[in-house]
């Protein structure tokens, strides 16, 4: 009993088949195409991506489970190119006594560098290992291209409210500790609200608070839980929910111009080990989204703050960080270019393929010529002003405004000179 009470609650319930898995229902639901994947036996590499606590490195090992492969984990933090070879080998070996290739996990594969990457290539192309890499951070970005083109990316969403209760009621009534207990839970907001959608951190928090409490029955309250939990809280926590909450925070002040609170929210990021590449990328996401044509330089600005803290590396680093910061938070703010192609997205989805105009069309051959494509296209610059009126969207849709100017002053400028070039016919 020892022993079991002292592996957390969140070890203790951590489910071994699809049918005791909790969440991903898009991902693993029946009819599902990651098990139908599983199912059929025939997966392939795949990375999964999403937020801690959603059942990454437990699907990745009830797949193994599921189709009868031998398992092996790695972390990314503590892990090599020595520690990866050494389990390729060891798959290699298994081959000769006709066992399954194994599943290689890789948990954080984000923080494996290019050249430990690059060790994992051969291996998972001739099917020796099937790899599954967990990720908290957009895999786009930290996955190196040759071996993201050879897995499949599947998105894991935070648990839904009904996920994190059906969790809890189920350690009630199963875990071999917490069923000997007489435990009520009277009020959910505030573990609810402290999980932020992490399987694991609401039952850690739940066994917290329930193990604060000697004997009796428990009631468990938002005041109970908060009275408990808060003596308890990280600074930051950059793998868990203060990592969404305090970039967030960050991004919102910059985007509300107040660089007083950018500069401190950017703070406790540095502090807390922030990796400082994610908060640039945000930076320069947040360059093009709300500053825009309001300061087409924030963009510029925001992209080379990118490329120095890349070069120079921290704590140096904060440095360039700030300064891009308190450019973008200074800046006049505009989201037109955001709102401009939302708009066209949606516009595209609802029109479908419509056709190219005829006189837009490419005539690199004759027959094309001869069925009219280009056939009295202007071209802008043989007009004075290096402008020509002409329709350049398809025929059902002329006339639709999808950028609408903002109104800072360079957008007021714009807006003036679209108007007297198209002379109304956007409603400038």
């Known amino acids: 009993m020892a022993d079991q009470i002292s592996t957390p609650l969140a070890e203790r319930m951590r489910p071994s088949s699809l049918e005791a898995?909790?969440?991903?229902?898009?991902?693993?639901?029946?009819?599902?195409?990651?098990?139908?994947?599983?199912?059929?036996?025939?997966?392939?590499?795949?990375?999964?991506?999403?937020?801690?606590?959603?059942?990454?490195?437990?699907?990745?090992?009830?797949?193994?489970?599921?189709?009868?492969?031998?398992?092996?984990?790695?972390?990314?933090?503590n892990s090599g190119v020595k520690d990866v070879r050494e389990v390729i080998e060891k798959a290699k070996r298994e081959q000769f006594f006709g066992t399954n290739n194994p599943v290689l996990f890789i948990d954080?594969?984000?923080?494996?560098?290019?050249?430990?990457?690059?060790?994992?290539?051969?291996?998972v192309e001739r099917g020796i290992v099937t790899l599954i890499g967990a990720t908290t951070e957009n895999p786009s970005f930290e996955v190196i291209p040759a071996l993201l083109s050879r897995c499949q990316v599947y998105i894991m969403k935070p648990l839904e409210k009904e996920d994190?209760?059906?969790?809890?009621?189920?350690?009630?009534?199963?875990?071999?500790?917490?069923?000997?207990?007489?435990?009520?839970i009277e009020e959910w907001e505030a573990l609810l609200r402290l999980s932020g959608g992490d399987a694991r951190k609401l039952l850690n928090t739940f066994e917290l608070v329930v193990n604060a409490i000697p004997?009796?029955?428990?009631i468990l309250t938002n005041e109970l839980v908060l009275d408990h939990v808060q003596q308890n809280l990280a600074l930051y926590d950059k793998a868990g929910e203060q990592h969404y909450d305090i970039i967030s925070a960050f991004i919102k002040s910059i985007?509300?111009?107040d660089p007083n609170a950018a500069v401190y929210w950017l703070a406790r990021m540095i502090e807390g080990g922030?990796?400082?590449?994610?908060?640039?990328?945000?930076?320069?996401?947040?360059?093009?989204?709300?500053?825009?044509?309001?300061?087409?330089?924030?963009?510029?600005?925001?992209?080379?703050?990118?490329?120095?803290?890349?070069?120079?590396?921290?704590?140096?680093?904060?440095?360039?960080?700030?300064?891009?910061?308190?450019?973008?938070?200074?800046?006049?703010k505009s989201n037109s270019a955001y709102m401009a192609i939302g708009q066209a997205v949606e516009l595209v989805?609802?029109?479908?393929?419509?056709?190219?105009?005829?006189?837009?069309?490419?005539?690199?051959?004759?027959?094309?010529?001869?069925?009219?494509?280009?056939?009295?296209?202007?071209?802008?610059?043989?007009?004075?002003?290096?402008?020509?009126?002409?329709?350049?969207?398809?025929?059902?849709l002329g006339g639709t405004t999808l950028y609408e100017p903002g109104s800072n002053a360079r957008e007021k400028e714009l807006r003036s000179w679209l108007n007297k070039l198209w002379k109304g016919k956007y409603g400038y």
């Open 21 to 77: 898995f909790t969440g991903q229902q898009h991902l693993v639901g029946k009819g599902a195409v990651l098990r139908k994947a599983i199912e059929s036996g025939n997966i392939p590499s795949m990375v999964f991506w999403g937020p801690p606590g959603v059942g990454k490195t437990t699907l990745a090992f009830i797949v193994s489970r599921q189709l009868k492969r031998p398992f092996y984990a790695l972390s990314a933090i």
């Open 108 to 123: 954080e594969i984000h923080r494996f560098s290019k050249s430990q990457q690059d060790s994992l290539l051969g291996a």
């Open 164 to 184: 994190l209760q059906h969790l809890l009621e189920e350690a009630m009534q199963q875990d071999e500790v917490l069923k000997k207990k007489s435990i009520r």
């Open 215 to 218: 004997s009796g029955e428990i």
């Open 255 to 257: 985007r509300g111009s």
């Open 274 to 332: 922030e990796d400082p590449l994610f908060i640039a990328r945000r930076l320069v996401i947040l360059a093009a989204e709300d500053i825009g044509l309001a300061n087409p330089t924030a963009l510029v600005m925001a992209n080379n703050c990118f490329q120095a803290v890349n070069v120079i590396g921290m704590p140096e680093g904060r440095i360039i960080l700030s300064h891009a910061a308190v450019y973008l938070a200074t800046s006049p």
């Open 349 to 396: 989805r609802q029109s479908g393929n419509l056709p190219v105009p005829l006189h837009l069309r490419n005539a690199p051959t004759r027959l094309m010529k001869q069925l009219d494509y280009g056939k009295d296209y202007r071209y802008s610059h043989g007009y004075e002003g290096n402008f020509a009126e002409q329709e350049y969207l398809p025929e059902k």
